[in-house]
Nanobody, 114 residues
Framework: QVQLVESGGGLVQPGGSLRLSCAFS????????MGWYRQAPGKQRELVAT???????NYHDSVKGRFTISRDSARKTVSLQMNSLKPEDTAVYYC????????WGQGTQVTVSS
């Protein structure tokens, strides 16, 4: 069974930075695709960034050049470095993994506001 636990959310001013981390429990981290989704109030959940088991990243156009996704196989974590944050980045951010099935974390709130 896979469990995902996010950390690192919070309140930040526009232009600031945050780093989200997701701890993966289970034995299939190395063969799982990992990523981050977000859901703002009144909107559908949307893909932010994913990274394949081989380390290839993919980003939503709105975060390209600002966000960086990475994975650490030794620690079984996936991280999202978010720079130049904007108010429209405000959302609950969910960690995601996939190997045959999709797994989700409980979410962490990111609020960008002055």
């Amino acid at each position: 069974q896979v469990q995902l636990v996010e950390s690192g959310g919070g309140l930040v001013q526009p232009g600031g930075s945050l780093r989200l981390s997701c701890a993966f429990s289970g034995s299939i981290f190395s063969i799982s695709a990992m990523g981050w989704y977000r859901q703002a109030p009144g909107k559908q959940r949307e893909l932010v960034a994913t990274i394949s088991s081989g380390g290839n990243p993919n980003y939503h156009d709105s975060v390209k050049g600002r966000f960086t996704i990475s994975r650490d196989s030794a620690r079984k974590t996936v991280s999202l470095q978010m720079n130049s944050l904007k108010p429209e980045d405000t959302a609950v951010y969910y960690c995601w993994s996939r190997w045959r099935l999709d797994f989700w974390g409980q979410g962490t709130q990111v609020t960008v506001s002055s």
